[in-house]
T-cell receptor, first 114, second 111 residues
């Protein structure tokens, strides 16, 4: 099992450009989450999904959109990137029956917006 | 806003010593979890303690929870160089599994 994978690992964007980050998990998990991590801070929840076709806002959703068309994939989109979105983005997943327990994290995507 | 605050921000110890870090939070919780992050990697779940528990052990890890003080501590006994990492506490508050993370404690264990 690959667990949780993220694509790409690194990306540099110019202000105003758009991009999509892909998170994929092969554990058949229902719940998936997108976080961002900024220097000196813990992870902050951007959006999450409790199942295919459903998404909800987290703590810092502005400037991001998400989609969960397939159970195994959770996409995070930036329509018009801003320097404030420079961060490391982590995806996580968990099974519905253990959703209040362990989350399994991907390796992260380091995004720089110039 | 961040729920958890961790203390100390950084900790430097020698192999064989114990490492203790603390986490304080603001609102009531369902559970509190500790994660480890090695440099440039994703987070790895270490241990979970529920709001009705006071202490849990897992290998060299010992977690305590004091809900009256809204605080938790993580003790790593007999530290090894491989324990060098950042450690984060995360609090769970609802049935959706959403977590709120602290800023982390950076631990360096020197041989």
């Amino acid at each position: 099992n690959a667990g949780v994978t993220q694509t790409p690992k690194f990306r540099v964007l110019k202000t105003g450009q758009s991009m999509t980050l892909l998170c994929a998990q092969d554990m058949n998990h229902e719940y998936m989450y997108w976080y961002r991590q900024d220097p000196g801070m813990g992870l902050r929840l951007i959006h999450y999904s409790v199942g295919e076709g459903t998404t909800a806002k987290g703590e810092v959703p502005d400037g991001y959109n998400v989609s969960r068309l397939k159970k195994q994939n959770f996409l995070l989109g930036l329509e018009s990137a801003a320097p404030s979105q420079t961060s490391v983005y982590f995806c996580a997943s968990t099974a519905a029956e253990t959703r209040t327990d362990t989350q399994y994290f991907g390796p992260g995507t380091r995004l720089t917006v110039l | 806003s961040q729920q958890g605050e961790e203390d100390p921000q950084a900790l430097s110890i020698q192999e064989g010593e114990n490492a203790t870090m603390n986490c304080s939070y603001k609102t009531s919780i369902n559970n509190l979890q500790w994660y480890r992050q090695n440099s440039g990697r994703g987070l790895v779940h270490l241990i979970l303690i529920r709001s009705n528990e006071r202490e849990k052990h897992s290998g060299r890890l010992r977690v305590t929870l004091d809900t009256s003080k809204k605080s938790s501590s993580l003790l790593i006994t007999a530290s090894r160089a491989a324990d060098t990492a950042s450690y984060f506490c995360a609090t769970g508050h609802d049935s959706w599994g959403k977590l709120q993370f602290g800023a982390g404690t950076q631990v360096v264990v020197t041989p």
